[in-house]
Protein backbone atom coordinates (compact mmCIF):
# COMPACT_ATOMS: atom_id res chain seq x y z
CA UNK A 1 0.00 0.00 0.00
CA UNK A 2 3.12 2.70 0.72
CA UNK A 3 4.10 2.06 -2.84
CA UNK A 4 0.74 3.69 -3.81
CA UNK A 5 2.03 6.73 -2.15
CA UNK A 6 5.51 7.32 -4.32
CA UNK A 7 3.71 5.94 -7.29
CA UNK A 8 0.84 8.77 -7.17
CA UNK A 9 3.86 11.93 -5.50
CA UNK A 10 5.59 10.82 -8.99
CA UNK A 11 2.38 11.15 -11.19
CA UNK A 12 0.75 14.48 -9.27
CA UNK A 13 3.65 16.40 -7.23
CA UNK A 14 6.71 15.92 -9.15
CA UNK A 15 6.19 16.91 -12.57
CA UNK A 16 4.00 19.83 -11.71
CA UNK A 17 7.32 21.00 -9.27
CA UNK A 18 9.60 20.73 -12.22
CA UNK A 19 7.28 21.99 -14.54
CA UNK A 20 6.57 24.93 -12.67
CA UNK A 21 9.84 26.26 -11.90
CA UNK A 22 10.95 25.47 -15.30
CA UNK A 23 8.00 27.70 -16.96
CA UNK A 24 9.32 31.35 -18.25
CA UNK A 25 7.29 32.96 -16.00
CA UNK A 26 9.94 32.07 -12.90
CA UNK A 27 13.27 33.82 -14.10
CA UNK A 28 16.18 32.53 -12.66
CA UNK A 29 19.31 30.86 -13.17
CA UNK A 30 19.92 27.03 -13.72
CA UNK A 31 21.41 26.41 -10.47
CA UNK A 32 18.95 28.24 -8.42
CA UNK A 33 16.51 26.37 -10.55
CA UNK A 34 17.84 23.10 -9.90
CA UNK A 35 17.96 23.45 -5.87
CA UNK A 36 14.86 25.19 -5.36
CA UNK A 37 13.12 21.96 -7.43
CA UNK A 38 15.17 20.04 -5.22
CA UNK A 39 14.70 21.31 -2.17
CA UNK A 40 10.85 21.78 -2.78
CA UNK A 41 10.42 17.80 -3.44
CA UNK A 42 12.85 17.09 -0.32
CA UNK A 43 10.85 18.95 2.36
CA UNK A 44 10.88 16.83 5.30
CA UNK A 45 7.67 17.60 6.56
CA UNK A 46 5.65 16.07 3.38
CA UNK A 47 8.12 13.05 3.33
CA UNK A 48 7.73 12.25 6.89
CA UNK A 49 3.93 12.55 6.74
CA UNK A 50 3.13 11.15 3.75
CA UNK A 51 5.69 8.00 3.61
CA UNK A 52 6.05 7.91 7.24
CA UNK A 53 2.49 8.91 8.84
CA UNK A 54 0.97 7.03 5.91
CA UNK A 55 -1.15 9.59 3.89
CA UNK A 56 -1.42 11.03 0.32
CA UNK A 57 -1.13 14.85 0.80
CA UNK A 58 0.92 14.89 -2.14
CA UNK A 59 -1.33 14.29 -4.28
CA UNK A 60 -3.62 17.13 -3.00
CA UNK A 61 -0.55 19.50 -3.37
CA UNK A 62 0.51 18.33 -6.23
CA UNK A 63 -3.08 19.15 -7.85
CA UNK A 64 -2.18 22.53 -5.83
CA UNK A 65 1.14 23.41 -7.70
CA UNK A 66 -0.67 22.23 -10.46
CA UNK A 67 -3.03 25.18 -10.11
CA UNK A 68 -0.43 27.65 -9.81
CA UNK A 69 1.20 26.49 -13.27
CA UNK A 70 -1.76 27.09 -14.99
CA UNK A 71 -2.12 30.35 -13.60
CA UNK A 72 1.44 30.74 -14.99
CA UNK A 73 0.45 29.79 -18.22
CA UNK A 74 -2.80 32.36 -18.36
CA UNK A 75 -5.17 28.87 -18.99
CA UNK A 76 -7.74 30.09 -16.43
CA UNK A 77 -9.94 26.54 -17.04
CA UNK A 78 -7.73 24.20 -16.25
CA UNK A 79 -6.54 26.15 -13.09
CA UNK A 80 -9.99 26.24 -11.83
CA UNK A 81 -10.20 22.49 -12.86
CA UNK A 82 -6.77 21.08 -11.15
CA UNK A 83 -7.96 23.19 -7.67
CA UNK A 84 -11.03 20.84 -7.55
CA UNK A 85 -9.75 18.15 -8.52
CA UNK A 86 -7.19 19.62 -5.60
CA UNK A 87 -10.64 19.99 -3.20
CA UNK A 88 -12.58 16.48 -4.12
CA UNK A 89 -9.51 14.45 -2.95
CA UNK A 90 -8.92 16.10 0.54
CA UNK A 91 -10.97 18.78 1.84
CA UNK A 92 -8.00 20.79 3.34
CA UNK A 93 -7.83 22.31 0.37
CA UNK A 94 -10.48 24.53 1.30
CA UNK A 95 -7.56 26.73 2.68
CA UNK A 96 -6.71 27.91 -0.32
CA UNK A 97 -9.76 28.22 -1.90
CA UNK A 98 -10.35 31.90 -1.06
CA UNK A 99 -7.17 33.35 -2.66
CA UNK A 100 -8.01 31.02 -5.80
CA UNK A 101 -11.57 32.61 -6.05
CA UNK A 102 -9.93 35.91 -5.89
CA UNK A 103 -7.68 35.52 -8.14
CA UNK A 104 -9.53 33.98 -10.49
CA UNK A 105 -12.73 36.48 -9.88
CA UNK A 106 -9.89 39.30 -10.64
CA UNK A 107 -9.60 37.73 -14.35
CA UNK A 108 -12.58 38.32 -15.11
CA UNK A 109 -13.40 41.71 -14.11
CA UNK A 110 -9.81 42.26 -15.76
CA UNK A 111 -10.93 40.10 -19.70
CA UNK A 112 -12.64 42.51 -22.01
CA UNK A 113 -14.68 38.74 -22.12
CA UNK A 114 -14.94 38.67 -17.75
CA UNK A 115 -18.72 37.60 -18.41
CA UNK A 116 -18.28 34.48 -21.01
CA UNK A 117 -14.92 33.37 -18.73
CA UNK A 118 -17.03 33.76 -15.36
CA UNK A 119 -19.72 31.15 -16.61
CA UNK A 120 -16.86 29.40 -18.39
CA UNK A 121 -15.22 28.94 -14.89
CA UNK A 122 -18.19 28.16 -13.48
CA UNK A 123 -19.38 25.59 -15.93
CA UNK A 124 -15.60 24.14 -15.43
CA UNK A 125 -16.04 24.08 -11.75
CA UNK A 126 -19.39 21.81 -11.77
CA UNK A 127 -18.05 19.86 -14.79
CA UNK A 128 -15.41 19.04 -12.71
CA UNK A 129 -16.94 18.31 -9.57
CA UNK A 130 -19.76 16.64 -10.84
CA UNK A 131 -17.39 14.03 -12.18
CA UNK A 132 -15.71 13.05 -8.81
CA UNK A 133 -18.94 12.98 -7.12
CA UNK A 134 -20.65 10.73 -9.68
CA UNK A 135 -19.89 7.62 -7.67
CA UNK A 136 -22.27 9.03 -4.80
CA UNK A 137 -24.36 11.01 -6.79
CA UNK A 138 -28.10 8.11 -6.08
CA UNK A 139 -27.65 8.14 -2.55
CA UNK A 140 -28.59 11.45 -0.39
CA UNK A 141 -26.65 10.15 2.58
CA UNK A 142 -23.29 9.20 1.25
CA UNK A 143 -23.30 13.20 0.07
CA UNK A 144 -24.86 14.31 2.98
CA UNK A 145 -21.66 12.30 4.54
CA UNK A 146 -19.33 14.04 2.31
CA UNK A 147 -20.35 17.16 3.67
CA UNK A 148 -19.61 16.23 7.39
CA UNK A 149 -16.40 15.26 6.58
CA UNK A 150 -15.40 18.85 4.60
CA UNK A 151 -16.96 20.48 7.64
CA UNK A 152 -16.24 18.48 10.80
CA UNK A 153 -17.69 20.42 13.45
CA UNK A 154 -18.59 17.58 15.66
CA UNK A 155 -14.73 16.70 16.11
CA UNK A 156 -14.09 20.25 18.55
CA UNK A 157 -12.01 23.25 18.20
CA UNK A 158 -8.97 21.63 17.55
CA UNK A 159 -6.93 18.18 16.96
CA UNK A 160 -4.92 17.10 19.67
CA UNK A 161 -1.89 19.54 20.70
CA UNK A 162 -1.80 21.64 17.69
CA UNK A 163 0.79 24.92 17.16
CA UNK A 164 -2.10 27.25 16.64
CA UNK A 165 -4.13 29.72 18.51
CA UNK A 166 -6.82 28.22 19.70
CA UNK A 167 -4.23 25.32 21.24
CA UNK A 168 -1.59 28.12 22.59
CA UNK A 169 -4.05 30.49 24.27
CA UNK A 170 -6.36 27.12 25.78
CA UNK A 171 -3.21 26.47 27.79
CA UNK A 172 -4.33 29.83 30.06
CA UNK A 173 -8.01 30.27 29.15
CA UNK A 174 -10.08 27.13 28.87
CA UNK A 175 -12.05 28.16 25.99
CA UNK A 176 -13.51 24.50 25.74
CA UNK A 177 -14.61 24.62 29.03
CA UNK A 178 -16.16 27.76 28.78
CA UNK A 179 -17.84 28.42 25.89
CA UNK A 180 -20.13 26.04 24.04
CA UNK A 181 -18.98 24.38 20.56
CA UNK A 182 -21.47 27.05 18.59
CA UNK A 183 -19.87 29.70 19.94
CA UNK A 184 -16.19 28.33 19.42
CA UNK A 185 -17.12 27.72 16.00
CA UNK A 186 -18.77 31.87 15.30
CA UNK A 187 -15.22 32.56 16.91
CA UNK A 188 -13.28 30.60 15.15
CA UNK A 189 -15.12 31.89 11.94
CA UNK A 190 -15.07 35.23 12.25
CA UNK A 191 -11.07 35.21 13.40
CA UNK A 192 -10.12 32.63 10.42
CA UNK A 193 -11.94 35.38 7.98
CA UNK A 194 -10.61 38.39 9.48
CA UNK A 195 -6.94 37.14 9.23
CA UNK A 196 -7.55 36.00 5.62
CA UNK A 197 -9.31 38.88 3.79
CA UNK A 198 -6.99 41.34 3.91
CA UNK A 199 -4.39 38.96 1.55
CA UNK A 200 -7.45 38.14 -0.34
CA UNK A 201 -8.75 41.69 -1.26
CA UNK A 202 -4.95 43.21 -1.70
CA UNK A 203 -4.80 39.83 -4.38
CA UNK A 204 -7.35 40.90 -6.60
CA UNK A 205 -7.46 44.48 -6.32
CA UNK A 206 -3.58 44.06 -7.56
CA UNK A 207 -4.97 41.89 -10.65
CA UNK A 208 -7.34 43.87 -11.58
CA UNK A 209 -6.46 47.43 -11.48
CA UNK A 210 -5.03 47.65 -14.54
CA UNK A 211 -5.50 50.00 -17.35
CA UNK A 212 -6.24 50.06 -20.98
CA UNK A 213 -2.45 49.94 -21.52
CA UNK A 214 -0.94 48.20 -18.66
CA UNK A 215 -2.06 45.00 -16.81
CA UNK A 216 0.16 43.25 -14.21
CA UNK A 217 2.71 40.88 -15.44
CA UNK A 218 2.17 37.32 -15.15
CA UNK A 219 5.23 36.16 -13.39
CA UNK A 220 4.13 38.85 -10.50
CA UNK A 221 0.55 37.85 -10.92
CA UNK A 222 1.39 34.22 -10.48
CA UNK A 223 3.55 35.50 -7.11
CA UNK A 224 1.51 37.29 -5.49
CA UNK A 225 -0.95 34.22 -5.87
CA UNK A 226 1.27 32.70 -3.94
CA UNK A 227 2.19 34.98 -0.99
CA UNK A 228 -1.89 34.76 -0.70
CA UNK A 229 -1.95 31.13 -0.91
CA UNK A 230 0.69 31.15 2.11
CA UNK A 231 -1.05 33.79 4.15
CA UNK A 232 -4.89 32.53 3.48
CA UNK A 233 -3.97 28.62 4.50
CA UNK A 234 -1.73 29.87 7.35
CA UNK A 235 -4.49 32.22 8.73
CA UNK A 236 -6.95 29.13 8.65
CA UNK A 237 -4.43 26.87 10.27
CA UNK A 238 -3.77 29.40 13.35
CA UNK A 239 -7.57 30.54 13.47
CA UNK A 240 -9.93 28.16 11.99
CA UNK A 241 -12.05 25.17 13.64
CA UNK A 242 -10.70 21.86 14.17
CA UNK A 243 -7.07 21.86 12.81
CA UNK A 244 -4.80 19.21 12.76
CA UNK A 245 -0.85 19.35 13.51
CA UNK A 246 -0.60 17.54 9.51
CA UNK A 247 -2.31 20.89 8.32
CA UNK A 248 0.72 23.22 8.53
CA UNK A 249 1.69 21.23 5.43
CA UNK A 250 -1.03 23.52 3.19
CA UNK A 251 0.74 26.88 3.77
CA UNK A 252 4.40 25.27 3.49
CA UNK A 253 3.51 24.01 -0.06
CA UNK A 254 3.12 27.32 -1.75
CA UNK A 255 5.41 28.98 0.66
CA UNK A 256 8.02 26.57 -0.92
CA UNK A 257 7.19 28.32 -4.50
CA UNK A 258 8.49 30.90 -3.15
CA UNK A 259 12.10 29.52 -2.20
CA UNK A 260 13.64 31.39 -4.75
CA UNK A 261 12.03 34.48 -3.61
CA UNK A 262 12.66 33.88 0.49
CA UNK A 263 15.44 31.71 0.89
CA UNK A 264 15.89 32.23 4.66
CA UNK A 265 12.24 32.68 5.52
CA UNK A 266 10.87 29.35 3.65
CA UNK A 267 14.09 27.66 5.64
CA UNK A 268 13.22 28.79 8.76
CA UNK A 269 9.97 28.10 8.13
CA UNK A 270 10.37 24.57 7.27
CA UNK A 271 12.42 24.04 10.29
CA UNK A 272 9.88 25.57 12.81
CA UNK A 273 7.04 23.55 10.84
CA UNK A 274 9.23 20.14 11.24
CA UNK A 275 9.73 20.64 14.83
CA UNK A 276 5.71 21.46 15.41
CA UNK A 277 5.35 18.13 13.53
CA UNK A 278 7.18 16.10 16.34
CA UNK A 279 4.95 15.01 18.51
CA UNK A 280 2.79 13.66 16.17
CA UNK A 281 6.13 11.49 14.32
CA UNK A 282 6.68 10.70 18.42
CA UNK A 283 3.60 8.63 18.31
CA UNK A 284 4.30 6.79 15.57
CA UNK A 285 7.74 6.05 16.24
CA UNK A 286 9.56 8.09 13.59
CA UNK A 287 11.82 9.98 15.94
CA UNK A 288 14.98 8.44 13.78
CA UNK A 289 13.76 9.39 10.40
CA UNK A 290 12.57 13.03 12.51
CA UNK A 291 16.44 14.02 12.93
CA UNK A 292 17.80 12.34 9.52
CA UNK A 293 15.37 14.67 7.79
CA UNK A 294 16.17 17.44 10.13
CA UNK A 295 19.67 17.35 9.51
CA UNK A 296 19.40 16.13 5.83
CA UNK A 297 17.22 19.46 5.04
CA UNK A 298 20.12 21.90 7.01
CA UNK A 299 22.74 20.25 5.12
CA UNK A 300 20.80 20.57 1.51
CA UNK A 301 20.22 24.06 2.17
CA UNK A 302 23.53 25.17 3.54
CA UNK A 303 25.17 24.11 0.39
CA UNK A 304 26.95 26.92 -1.75
CA UNK A 305 24.54 25.47 -4.78
CA UNK A 306 21.52 27.14 -2.83
CA UNK A 307 20.50 30.78 -2.94
CA UNK A 308 21.73 32.81 -0.06
CA UNK A 309 20.11 35.98 0.33
CA UNK A 310 22.55 38.52 0.97
CA UNK A 311 19.86 41.59 2.20
CA UNK A 312 18.82 39.74 5.47
CA UNK A 313 19.85 41.81 8.43
CA UNK A 314 22.19 40.29 10.79
CA UNK A 315 19.38 40.45 13.25
CA UNK A 316 16.86 38.34 11.32
CA UNK A 317 19.80 35.83 11.56
CA UNK A 318 20.72 35.73 15.04
CA UNK A 319 16.92 35.14 15.48
CA UNK A 320 16.65 32.24 13.36
CA UNK A 321 19.86 30.83 15.46
CA UNK A 322 18.18 31.50 18.94
CA UNK A 323 15.14 29.92 17.30
CA UNK A 324 16.87 26.80 16.80
CA UNK A 325 19.09 26.55 19.78
CA UNK A 326 15.26 26.66 21.90
CA UNK A 327 14.07 23.53 19.60
CA UNK A 328 17.50 22.00 20.55
CA UNK A 329 16.97 23.08 23.89
CA UNK A 330 13.11 21.83 24.25
CA UNK A 331 14.59 18.48 22.65
CA UNK A 332 17.36 18.23 25.15
CA UNK A 333 14.86 18.46 28.11
CA UNK A 334 12.53 16.08 26.42
CA UNK A 335 15.29 13.58 26.42
CA UNK A 336 17.21 13.71 29.55
CA UNK A 337 14.47 15.42 31.92
CA UNK A 338 11.67 13.80 32.54
CA UNK A 339 8.74 15.85 32.94
CA UNK A 340 6.94 16.47 36.40
CA UNK A 341 4.11 14.30 37.55
CA UNK A 342 1.63 17.05 37.99
CA UNK A 343 2.59 18.08 33.81
CA UNK A 344 2.68 14.98 31.78
CA UNK A 345 2.39 17.01 28.86
CA UNK A 346 5.12 20.34 29.53
CA UNK A 347 7.49 19.40 26.69
CA UNK A 348 4.57 19.01 24.18
CA UNK A 349 2.68 22.19 25.49
CA UNK A 350 6.22 24.12 25.43
CA UNK A 351 6.13 22.95 21.62
CA UNK A 352 3.10 24.16 20.51
CA UNK A 353 3.48 27.75 22.31
CA UNK A 354 6.46 27.92 20.57
CA UNK A 355 5.47 27.07 17.49
CA UNK A 356 2.39 28.79 17.29
CA UNK A 357 4.62 32.42 18.21
CA UNK A 358 6.94 31.49 15.47
CA UNK A 359 3.58 30.92 13.37
CA UNK A 360 2.16 33.94 14.01
CA UNK A 361 5.71 36.18 13.15
CA UNK A 362 5.58 34.18 9.47
CA UNK A 363 2.47 35.16 8.58
CA UNK A 364 2.28 39.07 9.87
CA UNK A 365 5.77 38.55 7.62
CA UNK A 366 4.32 36.56 4.60
CA UNK A 367 1.40 39.33 4.82
CA UNK A 368 3.67 42.15 4.97
CA UNK A 369 5.81 41.02 1.73
CA UNK A 370 2.80 40.34 0.06
CA UNK A 371 1.55 44.00 0.28
CA UNK A 372 4.73 45.20 -0.36
CA UNK A 373 5.93 43.61 -3.34
CA UNK A 374 6.92 45.14 -6.38
CA UNK A 375 5.00 44.99 -9.22
CA UNK A 376 5.82 45.40 -12.37
CA UNK A 377 2.83 46.01 -15.14
CA UNK A 378 3.60 45.95 -18.90
CA UNK A 379 1.99 46.97 -22.04
CA UNK A 380 -1.49 45.02 -22.10
CA UNK A 381 -2.15 42.97 -25.41
CA UNK A 382 -5.47 41.80 -27.08
CA UNK A 383 -6.51 38.94 -25.66
CA UNK A 384 -7.64 35.95 -27.54
CA UNK A 385 -10.90 35.20 -28.43
CA UNK A 386 -10.33 32.18 -26.89
CA UNK A 387 -9.64 32.91 -22.83
CA UNK A 388 -8.96 29.56 -21.49
Not at 61 to 67: A, R, Y
Not at 78 to 95: G, N, R
Not at 171 to 178: A, F, T
Request: glycine share 2%; with cysteine.
Amino acid sequence: MRSTVVVLEALVYVPAVVLLFKSRQLQMNWIVRQTSILSVLLQPCLILIDHGHFQYNSVMLGFLVWTVYFAAREQYLLMAASFCCSLMFKQMALYFAPAVFAFLLAKCFRSPYGVRLFVQLGLAVIATSGVMLLPWMGSPAQLQQILVRVFPVARGLYEDKVANVWCAVNVVVKLRSMFAAPVLLRLAAAATSLAFVPSCIHLFLAVKRSSASQALATADAVKLLCYALVNCSLAFFLFSFQVHEKSILLPLAPALLLIHEEPWAVNWFVQVALFSLYPLLFKDGLQIPYWVMAVGWSMLRSCPACPADKRTPLAVLNAQWLSTLAMVAIHAANMLLPPPPSLPDLYVVLNVLFSCAMFVLFFAYFNYRQLTLPLVRVRATRPKKKDN
